[in-house]
């Protein structure tokens, strides 16, 4: 019996645990969109105030991840970046459009709205454990939930059962008869 009070205790102690690993889980999944409005932000920006750039892609890369390697002039230095081709991936030796950072040459922005480097690979690797964590946690909220009702439910019953035993002891006291006495009839 100690045993399983003590289980119980655990179980409740853990419970507060869950909703926060669950509300963690959803701020991880926000941060890739977060991530990804930020950056779309940012590309608008360089457009406004970067240096506009021609570039060439060098080579295209296909492996996990498509990738263009671009070349390019900037502030009278050869420069060389990679971005991440998803929707647009351009042959070696076509030529795009870019603006250019004044304040950090390896940061620019394509015609077609793709930035330098590989961003927000973390973010996503994040938002998805985010997504896992909220999982799990969801489903040891709701099975707490369960337990608790189960339990409920469980205790209803037992109270009933007593209640029963209870009303039928109690009948079965107050309907018997009891034997007349040998000395009451004797006088």
């Not at 009070?5 to 409740?12: E, G, K, T």
């Not at 991840?65 to 502030?75: C, G, V």
């Not at 209870?166 to 009451?184: D, Y």
Request: proline share 4%; glycine share 8%.
């Amino acid at each position: 019996m100690a045993t399983v009070q003590i289980l119980r205790s655990w179980w409740r102690a853990r419970y507060p645990l869950y909703t926060l690993g669950l509300v963690v889980g959803l701020v991880m999944m926000w941060l890739p969109f977060k991530t990804f409005e930020d950056n779309d932000a940012w590309a608008s920006r360089l457009r406004v105030d970067g240096v506009p750039e021609q570039a060439v892609v060098d080579e295209l890369v296909h492996k996990r991840r498509n990738t263009m390697h671009l070349r390019y002039e900037f502030a009278g230095a050869q420069r060389q970046a990679e971005v991440g081709c998803w929707e647009v991936c351009l042959p070696a030796g076509s030529a795009v459009r870019i603006w250019v950072n004044p304040n950090d040459p390896e940061d620019f922005v394509t015609d077609f709205g793709i930035l330098s480097g590989h961003r927000g690979r973390l973010q996503g690797v994040v938002g998805a454990a985010g997504l896992v964590l909220s999982g799990w946690m969801a489903l040891a909220v709701l099975a707490r939930g369960y337990e608790t009702r189960r339990d409920r439910r469980r205790q209803d019953w037992q109270r009933q059962q007593r209640d029963q035993r209870r009303r039928q002891l109690t009948n079965a006291r107050a309907g018997t008869k009891r034997k007349p006495s040998r000395h009451h009839g004797q006088q």
